[in-house]
């Protein structure tokens, strides 16, 4: 099983407004990731969990929070959001196989719409 | 952070086979070859991994020269069901930290 599930699937939230995006595996990976993806272009890195302490800020603005509460959940605090952060957010977390190599499994993203 | 570069689009038609190549030139020594496909508003889904030669599983194969500086997904008899991008990435111990090139907008016609 290489499942990440993401709720909700959709969210439109106003620039004022506070929501939270949650992610969850449950395949024993210890490192979850935060991406976010524009429309037609490749996802782009935000956060990095390992171990469930933040390893990688991509400097990414503060109305942007993370957290992971335990090995197996993910959250993105959102507030004070602009236009411009509508985008798919994508969660995910990697396994690293028995010669080092490393493999992400990603969710099916969160579309978020920032009115 | 090894940079790849594929093309950024290619057309093909229902039943052909597809390669898809991407060039890495300063791969790493334990740098992994991951290649994943991302349909619209969908999250990537990891299609095949490899280090070197050839690796192949139920969807794909992946040649990889000696070298290591490129590699090529091959795509059997692909359907319309295809169509999407497909990213190629080097990943070694790195963190986790993933960089997405542009990818390659494949088209499958009928």
């Known amino acids: 099983d290489t499942e990440v599930t993401q709720t909700p699937k959709h969210l439109v939230m106003g620039m004022t407004n506070k929501k939270s995006l949650k992610c969850e595996q449950h395949m024993g990976h210890r490192a979850m990731y935060w991406y976010k993806q524009k429309a037609k272009k490749p996802p782009e890195l935000m956060f990095v969990?390992?171990?469930?302490?933040?390893?990688i800020n991509e400097s990414v603005p503060s109305r942007f929070s993370p957290e992971c509460p335990n090995s197996s959940l993910l959250n993105l605090h959102l507030h004070a959001l602009q236009p411009e952060d509508s985008a798919l957010y994508l969660c995910?977390?990697?396994?690293?196989?028995?010669?080092?190599?490393?493999?992400?499994?990603f969710g099916p993203g969160t579309r978020l719409l920032v009115l | 952070l090894a940079k790849t570069t594929q093309p950024i689009s290619m057309d093909s038609y229902e039943g052909q086979e597809v390669n898809i190549t991407c060039s890495h030139n300063?791969?790493?020594?334990?740098?992994?070859i991951t290649w994943y496909q991302q349909f619209p508003s969908q999250g990537p889904r990891f299609i095949i991994q490899?280090?070197?030669t050839k690796v192949t599983n139920e969807v794909a194969s992946l040649f990889i020269p000696a070298d290591r500086k490129s590699s090529t997904l091959s795509l059997p008899r692909v359907s319309l069901s295809d169509t999407a991008v497909y990213y190629c990435l080097v990943l070694g111990n790195q963190g986790g930290k993933l960089i997405f090139g542009q990818g390659t907008e494949l088209s499958v016609k009928p």
């Open positions: 969990y390992s171990y469930e302490k933040l390893s």
């Open positions: 300063n791969i790493a020594t334990n740098d992994y």
């Open positions: 995910a977390s990697s396994q690293v196989g028995p010669k080092g190599e490393e493999t992400q499994y």
């Open positions: 490899g280090y070197k």
